[in-house]
């Protein structure tokens, strides 16, 4: 890695999904989180946003092995496990929310209903579902932006490919 490149890593869901309604959701556990941190910690400059947006603006350098942390749709494992974890080792984070989920009348996104559903319900049992309310079939699908994902199946890539990728947002929702 050269001082003109950054490390980001993103996470979404740190929680220990045995422990709620949701056990076969895919989650990071905050055990392995840590597990992670110490290596970054390690091997990478854990900066923050301002140092990575100076660096991109030109009024700074990024350090040879720079690393930059996210955390996306303001999950209240952020708030209470990540924060805290990140405050007593001193790093920064950022932390991206959503206005849907935090607004006056806040709601789940489709992408977060989609990732339940999986969990709750397995790929045959949505899709079929998902097939019969939209009158369409999914798609095949064999990798993703970054090739195959070794956590999850095709049927499970293409249901989530079709209902946050190919739909509408409000055509996903009417069907969720």
Sequence with gaps: MTGSSCLAVMY???????????P?????PPALLEQQLDWLQAEYDVIGLPQLEA???????L????AVLTFDD?????YETVFPLLCRRGLRGTFFLTEDACGEAPRLL?????????ARLGADPFGQAVRAACGRSLPH???????????????SRAIKQFLIHELSFDEADRIL
Excluded at 55 to 61: F, Y
Excluded at 63 to 66: F, R
């Design 110 to 118: 489709p992408v977060h209903k989609v990732q339940f559903l999986l």
């Design 141 to 155: 699908v064999d990798g993703g932006v970054l090739g195959l994902d070794r956590w999850e199946d095709g049927d």
């Design 74 to 78: 303001g999950f209240i494992d952020h």
């Design 55 to 61: 660096a991109l603006v030109g009024r700074a350098a």
């Design 63 to 66: 350090a040879p092995n720079a």
């Design 12 to 22: 979404h869901y740190v929680r220990n999904s045995e422990e709620t309604p949701f």
């Design 24 to 28: 076969a959701i895919r989650a990071l």
